[in-house]
């Protein structure tokens, strides 16, 4: 399941945010429900109190009318007037009283009912529900009430004029109209509506609603039976009180819309919600800066950690808090110093030997690259030396592994302390390195010998005394090598030459490398020569001098590279021997020359065939069974093939190589030792050989006819050959001259220039027949 | 014929009155007479009802009577009285506060001034019919004067009897009172010497016996 990365600041800030926005919203709420309540409640409790106040007001205009009507009757003149029943003087008197208190209208009715008023017009309009009000003011002597004249609502009050027995009643009234309405509105703060009920009819008689609102208000009023009690419709706060004293029909309906109520609620809701947001982003931003106080060490030990990763160990790590951010602060720096402690540890013992303590062999190339770079600089050479305990081997394996890595240490120490300028490493088991800087190589040299005879005492190990001697390889650059590589491997070539040629000190020549490097080339270039024929076998015939027509060959391996051209038989032997290639090689002459032989066999020509065989061919067990294979696959009988053997190649694992040579020899073939004269070889191993034949090397040969030693040589070893019971073979024969010495000697087999030069495969059979048919 | 007028025990110290009164009726003496009972719809006697025969010859008063209306303790004293057309009636004032008596009726419309004592000049009652009389300062002061074409009148009593005494003859009988709403009819009757005639008379049309306190309609509307 895909996880998307959310950070760590993130989720937190996310959690800290939806807590305190949960918080706020849930006391929001709770505060805006507890206010809403209240103010509703509250509104209730104002219209009720508006009731009041409206019901105070609608007394006081009563009470305004009727001590207003009171004056008028009691006044002396109008008394007389009412008396006279003077209209003029009545209907000004009434105008007079009506408007000194604003009233819409005064009236008087005589004592014989007749009408007069202040509006004539009204006079003609009144009705019953007027005639009701005077019969009560004529009864009572006064009399209040709301009465409706031609549809409008007059609030009205009658006094009988008395004088002092009644002689008519006056009146005066209010007219509930628009202003009035709004006057009460202004004071109470409430809509004013003044309805008529009739049945189940009502009729909006004035008030401040909006004509919409009177619809819906008539349309609510049939449900709202209850006076005095509050209601609510369509948002409107609503009571239902009587306007007049007797006529029920007639109402007052007080409202307050619930929006006007919750209008400073709302303001309120505005604050209080502006009042969430500022806390919100204030817990937001102290979120933030809570979260960013866990998170910021966080990701800067997160980088830390990645450059430690990276190898940078010196990152100075801060610590400022003192709770668990700091502990794991602190457990960086332990962290980050023990590994960047180990890591030098580590480096250290990975460049250095620790047996010697001297840098190894992973130190060679940059201190190399180190003395080369700055060589250019200081205008000096780099000298390397290649130093190698002589004898180590035998040390190692005569004394004990102690002892050797003893004499190892003592080396080392002892290089160390005559190369005080410049680097002495340990390059591999007994090899040391010397890097040293100088303008030329007398100081070099001087070295050299100090090193030499530092060895010349021998060391005292564990109270042995061991002789140690060292061959030393010197190259330098820029003389010799052009870069650290070639500089190395120069060095070890001059070691490699001096050893060779036992020399003790041995300074790089030019052209070590390259023919270095053409061996290497001819090393690789082999294996694909001979798969593709650049490798041929060439035979040289070998001549009995007795019998003239009993012959042998010697199979000769030639090398033409298409590049590099003729490649001497000696440069590329020595190259596949060391890399273990000449067992390849070995094996396909034999085939080729036991083919061959088959060849020849088959044109009823009698001859042997001699192959040479390496000193490692001789290691190979499976050697005499590949022979006598192919012996067999051939149909060639063992004894016309001879196996060649050169002297120094039994040198080695003698024992072996005799045992692998007799099974040679069971298979009926013929050993020869080849370049007979060239080695070492006693005469106890010579007998101990079943060889049947010697070859003496040609260098005896060469120059017989003119040179004494040779001749002596040559006659004795013929004749040592003879005693031992080999037939003899003289190699390099090349004037008739010799052939006759030779033969006088008593050599049996001469091979050489006098008879042909080695002949390719086809050229060879040809001087064959061309040889015998010259015999007979 | 003997001219009674019976006061209610109220008004039983108010001697100038009667004594007024006497002088001018006690001195003839009638052998007719009228014994009238006045009661209301219900048959209760009525008392202080004005009953007054007029005869159908006019008679012409040249010589004017006096009478007196007192003022004492914001009240008219008598509050009732009748008398004959062409009578001199004196408002004195015993009162020590100063009042202002008039009267918006028909039969005698005037008017005195505050005054104090006997400053106020007598009113003549020349025309028939009812006067109320006022004091414009205070309400509650109401007097009525009933002034007839005649001397043979009297006030009923507690009993609501009536007793009038004059010559035989044929006279209207009228009757007053004041909670009487509409005037009541006049009653033909005719006076012989030998025997007192006898009439009961029921009035209807009677205002209902007045709340002295005026009731409040305003107050504690709403």
Not at chain 1, 316 to 333: Q, R, T
Not at chain 1, 406 to 419: P, S
Not at chain 1, 711 to 718: A, E, F, K, N, P
Not at chain 2, 99 to 125: N, W
Request: net charge negative; charged share 20%.
């Amino acid at each position: 399941m895909y996880m998307p990365r959310v950070s760590y600041l993130i989720k937190l800030l996310a959690f800290l945010l939806s807590l305190v926005i949960t918080l706020e919203a849930i006391s929001y709420i709770a505060t805006s429900v507890v206010i809403k309540k209240a103010v509703t409640q509250n509104a209730r409790a104002e219209l009720v109190a508006g009731g009041e106040l409206f019901s105070r007001i609608m007394q006081k205009n009563v009470e305004q009318l009727a001590l207003s009507v009171k004056i008028l009757t009691e006044d002396f003149g109008f008394k007389d007037a009412v008396a006279t029943q003077d209209e003029k003087t009545i209907i000004s008197a009434l105008n007079n009283h009506s408007a000194r208190i604003s009233a819409d209208i005064g009236v008087l009715i005589t004592s014989d009912g007749k009408l007069i008023a202040s509006d004539q017009s009204f006079a003609l309009l009144v009705d019953d529900e007027f005639s009701e009000l005077t019969a009560r003011a004529k009864e009572k002597g006064q009399a209040y009430d709301i009465v409706r004249v031609d549809g409008r609502a007059y609030q009205f009050v009658i006094f009988a004029v008395k004088a002092p027995v009644v002689i008519g009643l006056a009146g005066m009234g209010f007219e509930i109209k628009k202003e009035f309405s709004l006057d009460i509105k202004k004071l109470t703060g409430l809509e004013v509506s003044f309805i008529h009920r009739e049945d189940d009819a009502a009729r909006y008689l004035n008030g401040t609603l909006k004509a919409e609102n009177v619809k819906n208000l008539l349309q609510q009023l049939p449900q709202h039976q209850k006076i005095g009690e509050v209601f609510v419709y369509d948002e409107l706060i609503s009571l239902a009180v009587p306007a007049a004293r007797q006529n029920k029909q007639l109402l007052a309906i007080l409202q307050v819309p619930l929006s006007e109520v919750l209008a400073p609620y709302s303001h309120l809701n505005l604050q209080l919600f502006f009042l969430a947001l500022v806390f919100s982003l204030v817990a937001a931003f102290a979120a933030w800066m809570l979260a960013r106080s866990v998170t910021k060490p966080v990701t800067l030990l997160a980088d830390i950690a990645r450059r430690i990763a990276g190898g940078f160990y010196a990152t100075p790590i801060e610590v400022k808090s003192n709770d668990e951010l700091g502990d794991l602060a602190k457990a960086f720096i332990s962290m980050q110093k023990a590994i960047g402690e180990r890591e030098q540890q580590v480096l250290y013992q990975s460049e250095h030997d620790p047996l010697t303590g001297l840098p190894n062999r992973l130190r060679t190339f940059p201190e190399l690259q180190n003395a080369i770079s700055r060589a250019g600089v200081l205008k000096q050479s780099v000298y390397l030396l290649v130093i190698d305990i002589k004898n180590f081997t035998q040390v190692n394996d005569e004394l004990s592994q102690e002892i050797g890595d003893a004499v190892l240490r003592d080396v080392g120490q002892k290089i160390g302390r005559i190369i005080t300028h410049g680097e002495v490493l340990r390059l591999g088991s007994d090899e040391f390195l010397a890097i040293m800087m100088a303008p030329d190589a007398n100081v070099i040299s001087d070295s050299v010998e100090l090193i030499h005879n530092a060895f010349k005492t021998p060391l005292i190990i564990s109270g042995i005394q061991v002789s140690v001697d060292v061959n030393i390889g010197i190259a330098s650059y820029p003389m010799d090598a052009d870069s650290a590589e070639s500089l190395l491997r120069r060095a070890s070539l001059a070691l490699n030459e001096g050893r060779s040629s036992e020399q003790r000190s041995c300074w790089y020549q030019a052209g070590w490398d390259e023919q270095h490097l053409r061996r290497l080339h001819l090393f690789r270039e082999f294996e694909s020569s001979l798969h593709a024929g650049y490798i041929s076998l060439y035979y040289q015939p070998k001549i009995n001098l007795e019998q003239p027509d009993t012959l042998g060959a010697e199979a000769l391996v030639r090398w033409r590279h298409p590049e590099l051209g003729f490649v001497p038989p000696d440069e590329f032997i020595g190259v596949i021997e060391s890399s273990g290639q000449i067992t390849l090689l070995t094996r396909w002459v034999l085939k080729t020359a036991i083919v061959q032989l088959r060849k020849l066999l088959d044109e009823k020509i009698k001859i042997t065939c001699s192959v040479n065989l390496s000193a490692l061919d001789l290691l190979v067990d499976e050697l005499p069974a590949y022979v006598a294979e192919l012996l067999q696959a051939n149909r060639v009988p063992a004894e016309n093939l001879y196996l060649e053997i050169t002297e120094s190649a039994i040198m080695r694992e003698a024992d072996k190589c005799l045992h692998n040579l007799q099974r040679l020899r069971s298979l009926g073939v013929t050993l020869s030792i080849d370049d007979f004269g060239t080695g070492y070889s006693s005469l106890s191993q010579l007998k101990k050989l079943p060889v049947s034949e010697l070859k003496i090397d040609k260098s005896f040969i060469l120059n017989l006819d003119t040179n004494a030693d040779d001749q002596l040589i040559v006659r004795s070893t013929i004749e040592l050959g003879h005693t031992m019971g080999l037939s003899v073979t003289a190699e390099g024969v090349e004037s008739e001259a010799i052939k006759t010495i030779l033969k006088q000697y008593g050599c049996d087999t001469a091979q050489g220039y006098l008879y042909s030069k080695p002949l390719p495969a086809a050229d060879f059979i040809r001087w064959v027949h061309d040889y015998l048919e010259e015999l007979q | 014929m003997k001219l009674t007028i019976s006061a209610t025990p109220l008004r039983i110290c108010k001697k100038i009155t009667v004594l007024i009164a006497s002088i001018c009726c006690c001195v003839m003496t009638y052998a007719a007479e009228l014994q009238l009972k006045v009661s209301d719809a219900q048959g209760q006697p009525i008392t202080d009802v004005v009953a007054a025969l007029v005869p159908e010859q006019k008679p012409v008063f040249n010589q004017p009577l006096l009478a007196s209306i007192d003022q004492h303790n914001k009240m008219f004293t008598p509050a009732i009285m009748a008398i004959r057309t062409n009578t001199l009636v004196k408002f004195p004032n015993s009162d020590d506060i100063r009042h202002h008596v008039y009267s918006f009726s028909p039969a005698k419309k005037f008017e005195l001034r505050l005054y104090h004592g006997m400053t106020a000049e007598p009113v003549l009652f020349d025309k028939p019919g009812t006067v109320v009389l006022g004091c414009n300062i205070h309400d509650s002061m109401v007097a009525y004067i009933f002034v007839v074409d005649t001397e043979y009148y009297a006030l009923s009593d507690a009993q609501g009897n009536v007793n009038i005494q004059a010559p035989a003859g044929k006279y209207r009988l009228q009757i007053f009172h004041s909670r009487l709403t509409t005037s009541a009819p006049e009653i033909p009757v005719a006076l012989s010497d030998n025997k007192p005639l006898q009439q009961q008379v029921k009035l209807e049309n009677l205002a209902s016996e007045k709340n002295e306190k005026a009731s409040d309609e305003f107050s504690g509307l709403f």
